[in-house]
C-alpha cells in the first residue's frame, strides 16, 4: 500500500477566512516594506556616493599638506621625491598600488578591505589624493537599514492585526449567512424525517400486500420505490448529522472501534452479498486490549458505514472488502480496503466535496455526500481521513484518530 494522503482541509472555513485575509495584507506589508527599503537605500546610496565624490574633489583642489584634511577625508601627497599622508591613514590604503602613479582619472582606490573613493588633484608640483572613509558611509547606510527594518517590522506587525480584524469583520455576514443555512438544513431535515419514514412505511407495507396477480413490471417498480424512500432517507439522515457536526458540539464517550468495525461488517454483509462482494473485517489479535478513541458513536458509525457502502459500490463482482483495526503511534486507524478503480492524486479534494465524482466523465467515483461527511465526522474527532493504493489494485480509505485518553 502506498504511502497515505490526506483527504479535505481541516478547520473552520471562516476563521481560515479571517487569517487568510490576515495573512495576505501581512504578506503585501511585507513586500511593501522590502521594497521601500530597497528603494530607500538605493537612492541613499546615490545621493551619497555623489556627495562623496564632490567633497573628495574639494579637497583635493584645496589640499596644500596632509595635516589640514576635512573629516572623514585622508590626504595622500605625492611628489617626486617623498610621500606623506594624513595621520590615521589605514595602512593598506598607502600600499595600494593605485597610489603609485595616480591620475586625475582616478576615482578609487583598491586595497584588500575594499575601494575607497578618491579624487587627485596636481597642483605646485605636487600631486595629492583625497580619500573618503567608506566606514563613515557604511555606519549611516546601517543605521538606515536598521532604522527602515524597525519601522516596517511594526508596521506589518500593525498591518496583520489590523487585517485579522478587517477580516473578521469582513467574513462575519458570511459567517452569519453559514450558521443560517446550517439552521435551515437541520431544521429542514428534522421536519423532513418524519413524513419520509411515513412514506417508506407505507411504501414497504404496499410492497408486503401486493397481490399475487400484480405483474413483475409493476413489482419491481414497487420495489424500487422502497429502495428509493430507503436511499432518501439515508441522505436526510447525513444532511442532519452534517448541520449537527456544524452547529453544536456533542457529548463524546470511548468508542471500540474494533467492535464498531465488526458491527458494521455483520450489518451490511447481507448487502454486499447481494453486490456479489464479500465484506471482511481484520481486528488486533490481542482482544483484551480494545482499540479505544474518544466520540460520538453514531457519528463514527455513519463514518465507516459510508466508506464501506462507498468501496461496495466501487468493487467488482467477486471482490473483496475489507475492514480492519489497529493501533498506531498517534493514536489508532480503521482502513477500509476496496478492489475498485482506484484514486488519483488530483481527484482527493474534489472527493471529499458534496455530490462530487472523482474524476470527469463517466466511470470516476461518486461519492455523493458520503466523503463530505466523513471528512466533517473526522474533523469533528480531531482526525484525519487519508487515502492510499491498495496493493493490487484498489483505493484504501482510513480513518486516523487519537487515542482515547
Do not use: C
Not at 587627485?120 to 573618503?132: E, I
Amino acid at each position: 500500500m502506498t504511502s497515505p494522503k490526506v483527504v479535505g482541509a481541516q478547520g473552520d472555513p471562516v476563521r481560515r477566512a479571517a487569517r487568510s485575509v490576515a495573512l495576505m495584507v501581512g504578506l503585501a506589508s511585507l513586500i511593501l516594506v522590502v521594497l521601500v527599503t530597497a528603494g530607500a537605500v538605493w537612492l541613499f546610496d546615490r545621493e551619497q556616493w555623489a556627495e562623496i565624490g564632490d567633497r573628495a574633489r574639494a579637497a583635493a583642489l584645496a589640499a596644500d599638506d596632509t595635516t589640514d584634511a576635512p573629516p572623514g577625508i585622508w590626504l595622500v601627497e605625492i611628489s617626486p621625491t617623498s610621500r606623506a599622508a594624513t595621520p590615521g591613514t589605514p595602512s593598506d590604503v598607502l600600499a595600494s598600488p593605485d597610489l603609485r602613479a595616480p591620475t586625475q582619472a582616478t576615482t578609487s582606490v583598491r586595497t584588500s578591505t575594499g575601494p575607497y573613493p578618491a579624487s587627485v588633484s596636481v597642483h605646485s608640483g605636487h600631486t595629492f589624493v583625497a580619500l573618503y572613509d567608506v566606514s563613515l558611509h557604511r555606519q549611516e547606510e546601517s543605521r538606515l537599514v536598521r532604522s527602515a527594518l524597525l519601522a516596517g517590522g511594526a508596521g506589518i506587525l500593525l498591518a496583520g492585526g489590523v487585517g485579522l480584524i478587517a477580516g473578521r469583520r469582513a467574513v462575519r455576514p458570511l459567517a452569519a449567512a453559514l450558521d443560517l443555512q446550517r439552521q435551515f438544513v437541520a431544521d429542514a431535515s428534522h421536519e423532513l424525517r418524519t413524513p419520509l419514514a411515513v412514506v417508506s412505511t407505507r411504501a414497504q407495507m404496499v410492497q408486503r400486500h401486493l397481490s399475487p396477480e400484480v405483474s413483475p413490471a409493476h413489482r419491481r417498480e414497487v420495489d424500487q420505490l422502497v429502495e428509493d424512500t430507503h436511499a432518501m432517507g439515508e441522505v436526510i439522515s447525513d444532511l442532519l448529522l452534517s448541520a449537527q457536526l456544524e452547529h453544536a458540539p456533542v457529548a463524546a464517550e470511548s468508542v471500540d472501534l474494533t467492535a464498531l468495525a465488526v458491527d458494521v461488517v455483520a450489518s451490511l454483509s447481507a448487502y454486499a452479498a447481494d453486490q456479489s462482494v464479500s465484506l471482511v473485517a481484520t481486528t488486533p489479535v490481542s482482544a483484551t486490549q480494545p482499540v479505544t478513541v474518544s466520540g460520538v458513536r453514531t457519528s463514527l458509525r455513519r463514518a465507516v458505514v459510508a466508506l464501506v457502502d462507498n468501496a461496495i459500490a466501487h468493487s467488482p463482482a467477486g471482490a473483496e472488502v475489507r475492514v480492519s483495526v489497529e493501533r498506531s503511534s498517534d493514536g489508532a486507524r480503521l482502513s477500509v480496503s476496496d478492489r475498485g478503480r482506484g484514486v488519483a492524486a488530483d481527484d482527493l479534494d474534489r472527493m471529499t466535496r458534496r455530490f462530487a465524482r472523482s474524476s470527469p466523465g463517466e466511470g470516476g467515483r461518486r461519492v455523493g455526500l458520503g466523503l463530505a461527511l466523513v471528512t466533517q465526522i473526522v474533523q469533528s474527532h480531531q482526525g484525519r481521513l487519508l487515502v492510499a493504493d491498495t496493493e493490487g489494485g484498489g483505493a484504501t480509505f482510513i480513518l486516523s484518530l487519537p487515542a482515547d485518553t
